[in-house]
């Protein structure tokens, strides 16, 4: 069986330093093949013109420059939101989306093929799970969403890995996709624009609170306040209780002394009362804590309907004058294109987006 040849963006700058000098080549290069991965997000080697041809060679011979090719991208409406369908190696895809904020772009960049956390209202959960993505494929978005930016004079300032996948699932693959994303030489992302979403798997929680990583965000998905009603919708809770997840959400803010956003998906009769709003208060009463509450996104599998935007309040109330812990109602941003939160799938597993 031949090996899969080595992708460049899987490795690391002092990796791709190590690379150079097996290769018999200078590592004084290092910063110049750098340079052209991460600033001119060129897609072959042949196009590093300023490296010399020998390096080019050499590393064209023992790697790949493992750029996702575009299957079909898709523009909502209102101009906002730009999703990608990316095709990887063993023909498997992927969604990456591109969303546009007043101030600020950000990149939602997934970390698998599908998702084995089944939350009955995500149409990746719908679909299954079919592998980890490695990672130069979780490098590889973010690297795509900057060429496009680059052509138009900006760069990538945000990234969340909110898409498709279960980041601490492929735990160990998404930390050094961080660790390259926030090289200062290369895309130079600061860690506390990044944000990374759970559903709530416990060891991967407690593991980055013994390793100290950096300060990026944690996103925990909560979305009900009962052991329950949370086994309900997320299937994952019944192998990682209410109770133990919110243990390790306790020992990664007292470790770490960052607080957790808790993500809440407001589905119109099921979560959104006032009660629940106070169920979710007295559950995070003495933590640090905000709220981020995301009216439900439709998906075929799920027959649900999004909470109304006076319910919103009046739980955002309810959070902040009986419990001081402050919330933001998420914007909405690619629905017609089902690139919004729990709408990203490949379409021909999930019959959405496009």
Not at 41 to 56: D, H, L, T
Request: charged letters at 20%.
């Amino acid at each position: 069986m031949t090996a899969k040849p080595l992708n460049i963006y899987d490795l690391t700058r002092p990796e791709l330093s190590d690379l150079l000098v097996s290769l018999g080549v200078n590592p004084a290069h290092t910063g110049r093949v750098w340079r052209y991965l991460y600033w001119e997000c060129v897609q072959q080697f042949s196009a590093m013109e300023a490296v010399p041809a020998r390096v080019r060679a050499a590393l064209a011979s023992h790697a790949t420059l493992g750029v996702l090719p575009t299957t079909l991208e898709t523009d909502s409406s209102d101009g906002y939101t730009r999703k990608y369908l990316l095709g990887l190696h063993d023909d498997e895809r992927i969604e990456t989306v591109l969303m546009r904020f007043t101030g600020r772009v950000t990149a939602c960049i997934s970390s698998q093929v599908g998702c084995a956390m089944g939350c009955v209202f995500c149409a990746t959960g719908q679909m299954g799970y079919t592998r980890h993505l490695t990672v130069g494929e979780i490098v590889a978005q973010a690297v795509h969403v900057q060429r496009t930016l680059r052509a138009e004079n900006h760069r990538l300032r945000n990234i969340v890995l909110m898409g498709m996948g279960e980041p601490l699932h492929n735990f160990d693959a998404v930390m050094k996709a961080i660790d390259i994303c926030t090289d200062g030489t290369g895309l130079g992302l600061a860690a506390d624009r990044i944000t990374l979403s759970t559903v709530g798997v416990v060891p991967g929680i407690l593991r980055l609170a013994r390793e100290q990583r950096k300060a990026f965000h944690l996103a925990v998905s909560l979305h009900a306040a009962t052991q329950a009603e949370r086994a309900a919708i997320v299937p994952a809770a019944r192998k990682w209780p209410l109770d133990e997840l919110m243990a390790a959400c306790r020992t990664y803010s007292e470790t770490t002394g960052r607080r957790i956003f808790y993500e809440w998906t407001l589905i119109e009769g099921k979560n959104d009362s006032p009660e629940h709003a106070r169920a979710v208060g007295r559950l995070l009463d003495d933590l640090p804590a905000q709220v981020n509450l995301i009216p439900l996104n439709p998906t075929q599998g799920y027959d649900g309907t999004p909470t109304r935007s006076e319910a919103a309040r009046k739980f955002q109330d309810v959070l902040i004058h009986e419990f001081g812990i402050p919330s933001t109602v998420r914007q909405r941003r690619g629905i017609d294109i089902a690139a919004g939160c729990g709408q990203l799938a490949v379409a021909e597993k999930q019959g959405l987006g496009f």
